[in-house]
């Protein structure tokens, strides 16, 4: 079983849909991210979490929201989800004290 | 703020070609440094990382040396095999702790 588990893999959704993406991790590490992969850009930082009463805003957070549910969970939702919003969405996890990141399979987001 | 700047792609080479990927970046004080390897339909991969000047990470014959004089960490490989296909990404770590990514570099090696 994969360390860090993103649901869907897979999604397409209407323009102004609120949408939620999963991410679960075995890895038992703080902290917690969710990137946004577009061709030609990279990665860019939504939102990070170093521990589960930390939230942070990362570079590109207008239009997303998170919840750290436990240690192991951090979710990426969508409240009205638009089509410039349709990329491939990637979380991952790092230990405390360290940035070296452990990725997700991805989840890739139509908005159509 | 922090920034990766990474050569553009895509980048075609032959089986056993040398392969160079330049990486420069800017940031304030003593970033560590790391390339990432995306395969197809995966999530990133750690390959190799440098945590101070004049370290060189290595890992599946992949090499890179942090030069703090130059802001430079280019990756290298001395002999390109078909399976190294894949999106490579330069990456830093900086005072915000936060990883910052250059925009990735497509490989593609031809039989």
């Known amino acids: 079983d994969a360390d860090v588990t993103q649901t869907p893999r897979n999604r397409i959704t209407k323009t102004g849909k609120r949408i939620m993406l999963e991410c679960s991790q075995t890895?038992?590490?703080?902290?917690m991210y969710w990137y946004r992969q577009d061709p030609g850009l990279g990665l860019r930082l939504i939102y990070y979490?170093?521990?589960?009463?930390?939230?942070n805003k990362g570079e590109i957070s207008d239009g997303y929201s998170v919840s750290r549910q436990a240690q192991a969970k951090f979710s990426l939702s969508l409240e009205s989800a638009i089509p410039n919003q349709t990329a491939l969405y990637f979380c991952a996890t790092s230990p405390s004290g360290t940035t070296e990141a452990f990725f997700g399979q991805g989840t890739r987001l139509t908005v159509v | 703020g922090d920034s990766v700047t990474q050569m553009e792609g895509p980048v075609t080479l032959s089986e056993e070609a040398f392969l160079t990927i330049n990486c420069t970046y800017t940031?304030?004080?003593?970033?560590?440094l790391f390339w990432y390897v995306q395969y197809p339909g995966e999530g990133l991969q750690l390959l190799l990382k440098?945590?101070?000047?004049?370290d060189k990470g290595s890992n599946k014959g992949f090499e890179a040396t942090y030069r703090k004089e130059t802001t430079s960490f280019h990756l290298e490989k001395g002999s390109v095999q078909v399976s190294d296909s894949a999106v490579y990404f330069c990456?830093?770590?900086?005072?915000?702790?936060?990883?910052?990514f250059g925009s990735g570099t497509q490989l593609t090696v031809l039989p």
């Open positions: 940031a304030t004080g003593y970033p560590s």
């Open positions: 990456a830093l770590s900086g005072s915000a702790r936060q990883l910052t």
């Open positions: 979490s170093f521990d589960v009463k930390d939230i």
């Open positions: 890895k038992g590490h703080d902290r």
């Open positions: 440098a945590t101070k000047a004049d």
